[in-house]
């Protein structure tokens, strides 16, 4: 649950003040990137049962809405960490949002899936 409060977290930021987001977020670049360590490593599964994909999932496409460009030095290993996760509802879902927020990414995202 902690994981996908993140994201949230992240589109309330851009909702309330959208001008200003990257500017906030810019300034914290040492946090963005162990955001995005802690959302790599929640879409590991755990031999514990702990199975938190889906929510990092969900956070990974909301902090990518929520950055836009910003999240563009950590995009890549992001979704080679999504697809290792296994085809799912929540990867497509995951997928769809962040091609359309960061643009960029879609011809990466189109040529794994075809792998």
């Known amino acids: 649950a902690a994981v996908l409060a993140i994201g949230k977290l992240a589109l309330v930021f851009k909702s309330v003040d959208d001008e200003n987001v990257n500017l906030i977020w810019s300034r914290e670049e040492s946090w963005l990137a162990e955001i995005f360590g802690i959302l790599r490593a929640g879409l590991r599964r755990t031999s ?3 199975d938190t994909t889906n ?3 969900q956070c990974a ?3 990518v809405k929520a950055l836009g460009n910003l999240a563009a030095p950590y995009s890549r290993e992001l979704l080679n960490n999504m697809f ?3 085809l799912s509802e ?4 995951s997928l769809r949002a962040i091609s359309s927020s960061l643009p960029s990414e879609k011809t990466f ?5 075809m792998e």
Do not use: M
């Not at 995202?109 to 899936?113: A, G, K, L, N």
């Open 61 to 63: 496409s909301d902090l």
């Open 55 to 57: 929510e990092a999932l």
């Open 90 to 93: 929540s990867l497509i879902h």
């Open 48 to 50: 514990v049962g702990l």
């Open 84 to 86: 290792e996760s296994g």
């Open 109 to 113: 995202i189109e040529e794994r899936i």
